[in-house]
């Protein structure tokens, strides 16, 4: 099997042994109504109404979406506007909690006895991708496609982030309940569960939890860098292709991240939607680097006081890794269903370009064989032809060309600009 191109890069998982702590409860949450790919969801909740933990808040007729629930309980100060850190601008929902914590009367745990109910469940859940991507969950779920394997994605591969394999660590029957249970729901009979060779742990763990089931897999994935990307880690698990305009479930295959498949199980049994989320604190602003277990919808603010961030020094912010996170212009945004991370930075210097002097690295470490400066070329004269010709709609933005260009030019956010120029399917 061909390897593909990776690059190598410091791991500084400060934060692996860090136990997971939870927050305390913040003077007031501001929760979006899109925190996934897909429709935004419709406020059910005005001012001045009281709301409990886990009260479904928003929703939304789309079939792309998933409805947003009450991380506290509490009273909702605002309904207003909301603009994501890609630019997206959505209702939402500001609510000043009582302190009590009150559980909603609508949390109890679903009733599932077959393939379409779980779906319906995993809808109401409010799960979406929590690997990053915000791809509603039950979306990937309801394929007509057949599905032969799910690969759960551990790799968890950029620099810093310790999240996932906390839950690893942490929850390890649940994942594995988890597991089992998109599988017998969904009728997959082969279970990939792919970590990196830098989490020996993790991976000894599973490996005597899943010693008696023949249908689990643990795939021990090299420490490199793009492994987590989703045509990566199925490629370097199964040896299937996941094609130009295809789908995973084209080849018979599903991918969900190991909190995903925790959360569902956990979901399963006491029917708590998604309403906390785990992220990794670090950088060299923090003073305690930290895993912490927040309220979705808490401020950025409040997590980075909980961890001593010097926030006076600190001059750059990202949410998410340092490879495929983004820079946040304002600590008052609130942790959505997507964070992992919040690295906080004293030290940034903005790189300026130069000219291309095609030396070829960016080629040499894309994954999927991409020509980076051949498709900047071609996007700088809008050549929409050419820009399919190279195949850009590949590109998974993993940042590698970038990393690894020595005229700093900034090849990955231009392959995103040029996709968004050809035409839709």
């Given at each position: 099997m061909k390897k593909l191109n990776v690059i190598k890069l410091k791991?500084?998982?400060n934060t692996e042994n860090s136990a997971t702590v939870s927050l305390p409860l913040p003077a007031e949450v501001t929760i979006p109504m899109s925190m996934h790919m897909g429709a935004p969801c419709t406020p059910l909740v005005k001012v001045g109404d009281i709301v409990k933990v886990g009260q479904k808040i928003g929703e939304s007729d789309a079939a792309f979406s998933v409805p947003v629930h009450s991380s506290v309980s509490g009273t909702v100060k605002a309904v207003g506007e909301y603009r994501s850190?890609?630019?997206a601008v959505s209702k939402t929902i500001v609510i000043e909690p009582d302190g009590r914590q009150e559980v909603s009367e609508e949390v109890k745990?679903?009733?599932?006895?077959?393939?379409?109910?779980?779906?319906?469940?995993?809808?109401?859940?409010?799960?979406?991708?929590?690997?990053g991507a915000?791809?509603?969950?039950?979306?990937k779920m309801s394929t007509k496609s057949e599905i032969d394997t799910l690969v759960v994605n551990g790799a968890e591969c950029e620099p810093y982030i310790t999240a996932d394999y906390r839950e690893m660590i942490e929850r390890p029957d649940d994942v594995i309940g988890g597991i089992n249970m998109v599988k017998d729901m969904l009728g997959i009979k082969h279970t990939k569960l792919a970590i990196e060779a830098n989490k020996p742990e993790a991976i000894r763990n599973f490996t005597e939890l899943a010693a008696n089931d023949d249908t689990i897999d643990i795939v021990t994935l090299p420490s490199a860098y793009p492994q987590g990307?989703?045509?990566v880690i199925i490629y370097n698990s199964t040896g299937r292709i996941v094609n130009e305009g295809t789908l995973p479930a084209d080849v018979g295959v599903i991918v969900m991240n190991v909190?995903?498949?925790?959360?569902?199980?956990?979901?399963?049994k006491d029917g708590?939607?998604?309403?906390?989320?785990?992220l990794t604190v670090d950088g060299d602003a923090v003073g305690e680097p930290k895993n912490v277990l927040a309220p979705i919808g808490t401020h950025f603010r409040d997590v980075m006081e909980f961890c001593k961030v010097d926030i006076e020094a600190v001059k750059k912010v990202i949410a998410g890794g340092p490879m495929m996170g983004m820079s946040i212009p304002d600590i008052d945004m609130p942790v959505v269903k997507t964070s992992n991370a919040l690295l906080a930075f004293k030290s940034y210097e903005a790189r300026k370009a130069t000219s291309c002097i095609r030396c070829g690295r960016c080629v040499k470490v894309c994954p999927l064989g991409l020509m980076p400066a051949e498709i900047d070329k071609a996007y700088r004269i809008k050549d929409i032809e050419d820009l399919k010709r190279l195949k850009v709609n590949l590109c998974m933005n993993c940042g590698s060309c970038t990393y690894a260009c020595p005229a700093n030019r900034n090849l990955a956010e231009t392959n995103q600009l040029a996709k968004a120029l050809l035409p839709r399917k």
């Open positions: 791991h500084r998982k850190v890609m630019g745990p679903p009733i599932i006895t077959d393939k379409e109910s779980f779906i319906r469940a995993v809808r109401e859940s409010g799960s979406c991708g929590l690997g915000g791809f509603p969950t039950h979306i990307a989703e045509k909190s995903t498949v925790a959360f569902l199980y956990r979901y399963s708590m939607p998604l309403v906390t989320r785990r």
